[in-house]
């Protein structure tokens, strides 16, 4: 970036005399966001018959040899939402990054196997399929994707008692776990049919038990999210700024009727959790300035500009923390030459 002409601004003899100010690190604004249960969450299974006011949960997969059927591949689904408004206001989100972000739900019963990795979809396939790979772990694991909507339903008409869907059929849940594919926001519901295998924001974690055994009633399984990728970041910073972050829990783990064996997880209508003996969904997460950005972008639009400018100026004199680039308490001189030295054409 080149540096603007002095002569606009301030004397060459006083602004050599700014820039010979030696800069110290600016400290890094941190964000903490602690919620201990979900503001709402929904089992989004075709026959539930209390939606919004179930207790529990349940994620599985179904998948017949035929896949021409009328069942999703992932047919059980949980999906919930936090509200963060209270705890970060829109516009607090510029200039920062979520540096990390972990969900944990309980699981309400026992005899899953505990599967941590990720299985491709050609371990799903039938035996007959010249591209199935065996599945060199038992089990399938449980996977924490976002979530999307669809027939017109938006964040902001889908509520937990909302209708599941337009009929009892392939991907038509108003609300859906979705992961990225390709950059794009995708429906996982039926990812063996359509032949790819999805990246989830997060795979269940359990402590204290191998891969392969069974998970213990009232286990914490724990959600770490890759903030690493850039697509999920964006989810997650674009859930922010909207003043709320949503997600959906699912597993291929197989069944083949209603009567399997499959996680299920504690609900926050669950009269346990009323009580305050288990948990349901929590969310811990935090934000800190993004290093990467220039911090001289004080309007966060992507530039360094007369707007910036005016914002420093506006607090000059006082000790405001965004304009303070040199770390001493006071917006003045040194830092209008910081500004100066990220100043873009």
Request: proline residues 5%; charged residues 20%.
């Amino acid at each position: 970036m080149t540096r603007l002409r002095t002569s606009q601004l301030v004397s060459l003899t006083a602004l050599t005399a700014l820039t010979s100010v030696a800069v110290p690190s600016m400290a890094q604004d941190v964000i903490e966001i602690d919620m201990g249960a979900p503001t709402w969450d929904r089992w989004m299974y075709p026959y539930n018959a209390t939606p919004g006011t179930r207790p529990g949960g349940s994620v599985f997969g179904y998948w017949t040899e035929n896949f021409n059927d009328s069942t999703d591949n992932r047919m059980g689904q949980v999906v919930f939402g936090f509200d963060t408004t209270d705890q970060l206001a829109p516009g607090q989100t510029a200039g920062m990054r979520v540096t990390s972000a972990v969900i944990t739900l309980t699981q309400q019963n026992e005899g899953i196997l505990y599967d941590p990795t990720v299985d491709p979809y050609e371990c799903m396939l039938n035996p007959e399929n010249p591209d199935r790979i065996e599945d060199l772990d038992v089990g399938q694991p449980t996977e924490l994707f976002g979530v999307d909507y669809r027939n017109g339903w938006t964040q902001d008409t889908w509520q937990e008692n909302s209708p599941f869907g337009s009929f009892a059929g392939l991907a038509s849940r108003h609300i859906f776990n979705a992961g990225f594919k390709d950059g794009v926001l995708t429906d996982v519901s039926n990812q063996i049919r359509e032949g790819w295998t999805p990246t989830p924001f997060a795979v269940s974690e359990v402590d204290g038990i191998n891969a392969g055994d069974q998970i213990p009633l009232d286990s914490v399984h724990t959600f770490r999210i890759d903030v690493d990728d850039e697509d999920i970041q964006q989810y997650l910073l674009d859930g922010l700024e909207r003043g709320e972050l949503e997600f959906g829990l699912s597993s291929l783990y197989q069944v083949s009727g209603p009567d399997g064996t499959f996680g299920s997880f504690y609900m926050k209508e669950n009269a346990l959790v009323g009580f305050g003996l288990v948990s349901p969904a929590t969310l811990q997460l935090t934000l800190e300035e993004d290093l990467g950005s220039d911090p001289c972008d004080l309007n966060g639009d992507g530039a360094v500009g007369g707007a910036d400018l005016a914002q420093l100026l506006a607090v000059w004199g006082t000790n405001d923390e965004a304009a303070d680039f040199d770390g001493d308490n006071v917006v003045g001189g040194s830092d209008l030459a910081v500004l100066l030295g990220c100043w873009d054409n």
